[in-house]
């Protein structure tokens, strides 16, 4: 039964992480998109490097997300040893 728990949950997670993926590639083409059509030199300078900083945070917190909830399903929980009280 806990097999096909994680067999599910890999699957929506593999989904997830997708999605999230895609819609932050689909986040920042339209936000490179809208900083090229600026006009003035300081607000596009100043908006790419906020879309740099976004670009960052979207991206590694989809890698974050996919990794820890990757641990989260397939690790192994051991038992602790024979004859160690618990405290």
């Known amino acids: 039964m806990k097999m096909i728990i994680a067999s599910v949950a890999s699957i ?4 997830l992480i997708v999605a999230m993926t895609l819609g932050a590639m689909f986040i920042l083409v339209e936000a490179t998109d809208y900083v ?6 300081l607000q596009r300078a100043s908006a790419m490097g906020a ?3 976004l670009g ?6 989809t ?5 820890h909830l990757a641990v989260r399903i397939f690790s ?3 038992p602790p040893p024979a004859g160690d009280s618990v405290v």
């Open 12 to 15: 929506l997670t593999t989904v």
């Open 63 to 67: 890698v974050w997300l996919a990794t």
């Open 51 to 53: 879309e740099l900083l």
């Open 56 to 61: 960052v945070v979207l991206l590694l917190g």
């Open 36 to 41: 090229t059509s600026l006009e003035s030199t």
């Open 76 to 78: 192994m929980k051991e």
